[in-house]
């Protein structure tokens, strides 16, 4: 123990005491309760956990809480704190979910994928969310809706 | 993932200076931090060089 780690997460700035060995989604899902960020594979396969840190989409089953320390972090649950954010609004209209344990992380993927390529073509969607599993074999219908929440840009 | 020490250190002398039997040093974290939770690796200290500018 020992280590206390100063950040921002969904603009808020928290201040926790972590052992070194704590994930970065350890302290999201535990120490902060923002459950929203779920651990699929816990070894940095499936994106299930995927947040933005300082506006990079990262796993964050692969990140030491330490490591996070002076960023800013945004989770599925800072994307819509002004109500649905329009890619969670094109997920829900396009049926890109099945279970919808994927979900947060494909959401906070297709949002950096959006911001880096704001007209990607599909096989650009498609290779873009590599990092991301989808275990019900959601795939067409999320492909959808990224090129839907594109298109309404 | 075993225990260790953790330190991010400002400067390069300083990340030169934790070197040691037992340290690793840290990148970006994508192999190494999968690594020690699988208990592949470990360390008595990790070093984490990303603060060095």
């Known amino acids: ?88 609004a094109a997920f829900a209209d396009c049926h890109a979910l099945q279970c919808g344990y994927c979900t947060p992380g494909m959401i906070m993927s297709a949002v950096q994928l959006l911001q880096d390529n704001p007209t990607p073509t599909e096989a650009q969607i498609r290779e873009g969310l590599e990092g991301n599993l989808c275990r019900c074999t959601g795939y067409h219908n999320i492909v959808r809706a990224i090129q839907q929440a594109a298109a309404k840009g | 993932m075993y225990e260790f020490d953790y330190q991010r250190p400002a400067d390069v002398g300083a990340a030169v200076g934790a070197a040691g039997a037992e340290t690793r040093y840290l990148a970006g974290g994508q192999s190494l931090d999968q690594s020690m939770k699988l208990r592949l690796a470990s360390a008595s200290t990790l070093v984490d060089l990303s603060a060095i500018r």
Do not use: F, W, Y
């Open chain 1, 1 to 88: 123990m020992g280590h206390t780690v100063k950040l921002t997460v969904n603009g808020k700035e928290v201040t926790v005491a972590v052992d070194p060995r704590t994930l970065l989604v350890q302290l999201i899902r535990e120490d902060l309760h923002l459950t929203g960020t779920h651990v699929g594979c816990d070894t940095a396969q499936c994106g299930a956990c995927t947040v933005h840190l300082d506006g990079r989409a990262v796993k964050s089953c692969s990140l030491l809480a330490v490591q996070a320390a002076g960023a800013s972090v945004t989770t599925i649950e800072g994307l819509s704190e002004g109500g649905l954010h329009p890619m969670q």
